[in-house]
């Protein structure tokens, strides 16, 4: 799966949208509150100007003189603000505005103006708009100065809080995800909010129920193999005491049934969860005992290099190791085509391979090789207990030859 088609999480969606909701609403705010300190700045300008006319005009009422003491426009050194104190019957001196018509608030390309006629003078004090749009922008800034932290902390405090809130959703998620296909066990529901607990609920029941399909097929299994036994082992006993023909050659039939039958209650041993030990036991002399028990009837000859070894001690359940053996080398048996070498290296590798004629191997469960007889358990019943075991197992096909590698934790002797 790409990552642009991967689904996003949970946690990122809720995280995405609480921020985008979130930060628009910052940025509604931020816009507002800049709306709103543009006009109360306007409004401290002009009550500005507004204390700086009627303070000239109280000082000329108190003013006895008959002149004006100012009839020229006074200028501060940066040129933003100005005052101009002008008789009523003069004309008026050049000013950075155009001449104004009547008292009040005049607003003049690049200045803001108050004009007030009073005590036989004209009054105008003005600012530029230049002044009134820095003093503007560094409030704005220092506003922004301490916003700006708060977002960053609200932000992180957010993805904490999403993230805490959704820790238990990603814990679920990670117990189902990494469980192994034969763990039926019930997640737990500590910690899941009330949203959640029927979803853990059901999959609990869920899991149940294929708990109890799973031991109802194994109990069937293990119990219809136990009770064809003994009727299987008293026909092959009639079947011997026959002097048909068609009866002795029936029993290789039924030999066969037999090793079916077993190799069924093995599969459900294993399935079932039976445990096995640790060991130590001697691979070489489970191996010795092996082979020779199949050389009498083997199909093909079975040649076993052992590397000089009298003894070599592997961490694994000896019965268990006996039933892995065993398959391995019937499975050797009856789908190669030529004689069985088994190599057992000192450091506990051991290589089974034969020649054959198919140069694939079943992929299936219960899938047979081209030109088997048997129903694929041998295969199924050396992987679950390889895995049982805990023993690394290969298997490969290629150049006429099936090939299956198993290694083995050695042991020093007596060592548990």
């Given at each position: 799966?790409?990552?642009?088609?991967?689904p996003?999480?949970l946690?990122?969606?809720?995280?995405?949208?609480?921020l985008?909701l979130?930060?628009?609403?910052?940025?509604?705010?931020?816009?507002?509150s800049?709306?709103v300190?543009?006009q109360?700045?306007?409004?401290?300008?002009?009550?500005?100007?507004?204390?700086?006319?009627?303070?000239?005009?109280?000082?000329?009422d108190?003013?006895?003189?008959?002149?004006i003491?100012?009839?020229?426009?006074v200028?501060?050194?940066?040129?933003?603000?100005?005052?101009?104190?002008?008789?009523?019957?003069?004309?008026?001196?050049?000013?950075?505005?155009?001449?104004?018509?009547g008292?009040?608030?005049?607003d003049?390309?690049?200045?803001?103006?108050?004009?007030?006629?009073?005590?036989?003078?004209?009054?105008?004090a003005?600012?530029?708009?230049?002044?009134?749009?820095?003093?503007?922008?560094?409030?704005?800034?220092?506003?922004?100065?301490?916003?700006?932290?708060?977002?960053?902390?609200?932000?992180?405090?957010?993805?904490?809080?999403?993230?805490?809130?959704?820790?238990?959703?990603?814990?679920?998620?990670e117990?189902?995800?990494?469980?192994g296909?034969?763990?039926?066990?019930?997640?737990?529901?500590?910690?899941?909010?009330?949203e959640l607990?029927?979803?853990?609920e059901?999959?609990?029941?869920?899991?149940a129920?294929?708990?109890?399909l799973?031991?109802?097929?194994?109990?069937?299994?293990?119990?219809?193999?136990?009770?064809l036994?003994?009727?299987l082992?008293?026909l092959?006993?009639?079947?011997?005491?026959s002097?048909?023909a068609?009866?002795a050659a029936?029993?290789?039939?039924v030999?066969?049934?037999?090793?079916?039958?077993e190799r069924?209650l093995?599969?459900?041993?294993?399935?079932?969860?039976?445990?096995?030990?640790?060991?130590?036991?001697d691979?070489?002399?489970?191996l010795?005992?092996l082979i020779?028990?199949?050389?009498?009837?083997?199909?093909?000859?079975?040649?076993?290099?052992?590397?000089d070894?009298?003894?070599?001690?592997?961490?694994?359940?000896?019965?268990?190791l006996a039933?892995?053996?065993?398959?391995l080398?019937?499975?050797a048996?009856e789908?190669?085509?030529?004689?069985?070498?088994l190599?057992?290296?000192?450091?506990?590798?051991?290589?089974?391979?034969?020649?054959?004629?198919?140069?694939?191997l079943?992929?299936?469960?219960?899938?047979?090789?081209?030109?088997?007889s048997?129903?694929?358990?041998?295969?199924?019943i050396?992987?679950?207990?390889?895995k049982?075991?805990?023993v690394p197992l290969?298997?490969?096909?290629?150049?006429?030859?099936?090939?299956?590698?198993l290694?083995?934790?050695?042991?020093?002797?007596?060592?548990?």
């Amino acid at each position: 799966m790409t990552e642009a088609s991967r689904p996003r999480s949970l946690r990122a969606r809720l995280t995405g949208r609480v921020l985008g909701l979130v930060l628009g609403g910052w940025l509604a705010t931020i816009l507002l509150s800049a709306y709103v300190l543009d006009q109360e700045m306007t409004e401290m300008f002009d009550e500005e100007l507004r204390a700086l006319v009627e303070t000239t005009v109280l000082h000329l009422d108190t003013d006895h003189g008959d002149k004006i003491p100012r009839t020229l426009g006074v200028q501060t050194n940066d040129g933003e603000s100005v005052l101009r104190i002008l008789p009523s019957n003069q004309d008026e001196s050049p000013a950075p505005w155009p001449a104004l018509s009547g008292d009040g608030f005049h607003d003049a390309p690049g200045w803001r103006i108050l004009r007030r006629t009073a005590e036989g003078a004209v009054i105008e004090a003005a600012h530029s708009t230049r002044l009134r749009r820095e003093e503007t922008l560094e409030a704005a800034s220092a506003f922004l100065i301490f916003a700006v932290p708060l977002m960053v902390l609200l932000v992180w405090g957010l993805r904490r809080t999403v993230a805490e809130a959704t820790a238990p959703v990603a814990r679920l998620a990670e117990s189902v995800s990494g469980r192994g296909p034969d763990d039926l066990s019930p997640v737990t529901a500590e910690g899941l909010p009330r949203e959640l607990r029927p979803l853990a609920e059901a999959f609990n029941g869920y899991l149940a129920r294929i708990g109890a399909l799973r031991q109802s097929e194994r109990d069937f299994i293990a119990n219809a193999a136990h009770e064809l036994r003994t009727p299987l082992a008293a026909l092959r006993s009639r079947l011997e005491l026959s002097a048909d023909a068609d009866a002795a050659a029936a029993v290789t039939t039924v030999d066969a049934l037999t090793r079916r039958l077993e190799r069924l209650l093995q599969l459900s041993r294993l399935e079932a969860g039976v445990g096995f030990g640790r060991g130590p036991c001697d691979l070489v002399r489970v191996l010795r005992l092996l082979i020779d028990e199949f050389r009498p009837g083997a199909r093909h000859p079975i040649r076993f290099d052992d590397s000089d070894l009298e003894q070599l001690m592997v961490a694994a359940d000896p019965d268990a190791l006996a039933i892995l053996l065993r398959n391995l080398i019937e499975n050797a048996l009856e789908h190669g085509s030529g004689a069985v070498r088994l190599r057992l290296a000192p450091d506990g590798m051991l290589t089974i391979d034969n020649p054959t004629r198919n140069d694939s191997l079943p992929e299936g469960r219960f899938d047979r090789g081209q030109g088997s007889s048997g129903l694929g358990l041998g295969l199924s019943i050396i992987e679950a207990l390889a895995k049982a075991m805990g023993v690394p197992l290969a298997r490969s096909v290629g150049k006429g030859t099936v090939r299956f590698e198993l290694h083995f934790a050695v042991q020093a002797p007596g060592a548990q």
